[in-house]
């Protein structure tokens, strides 16, 4: 059974750093893309940036390029997302994502919140 979980969320100021995990279980991720998403009140759910399973391609949204990074961790079956620099338009439900061809799991999501 396929299973997402994420974890890092909080509070930070503006300028502050973050690094969301996203646990996963129930698959080997050798293939697919895993991603990050987020929604923010009252808007729309948005891309983030995504990771492919050998993790040598990755991409982002232009929002968030050269601020956050998406990596993979094999050894503990974790995708993570290092939000550096981060702004109060950041503030959302971030969530997990995985899609393969015959797979598509979100996990929760976890809160960030970017205020002073």
């Known amino acids: 059974q396929v299973k997402l979980v994420e974890s890092g969320g909080g509070w930070v100021q503006p300028g502050g750093t973050l690094k969301l995990s996203c646990a996963y279980s129930g698959f080997s991720f050798t293939q697919g893309v895993m991603s990050w998403h987020r929604q923010a009140p009252g808007k729309e759910r948005e891309w983030i940036a995504l990771?492919?399973?050998?993790?040598?391609?990755?991409s982002y949204q232009d929002f968030v390029r050269g601020r956050f990074t998406i990596s993979k961790d094999d050894s503990e079956n974790k995708i993570h997302l290092q939000m550096n620099n981060l702004k109060p338009e950041d503030t959302a439900l971030y969530s997990c994502?995985?899609?393969?061809?015959?797979?598509?799991?979100w996990g929760q999501g976890t809160q960030v919140t970017v205020s002073t």
């Open positions: 990771i492919d399973g050998p993790g040598e391609r990755t």
């Open positions: 994502r995985r899609v393969d061809v015959d797979d598509d799991y």
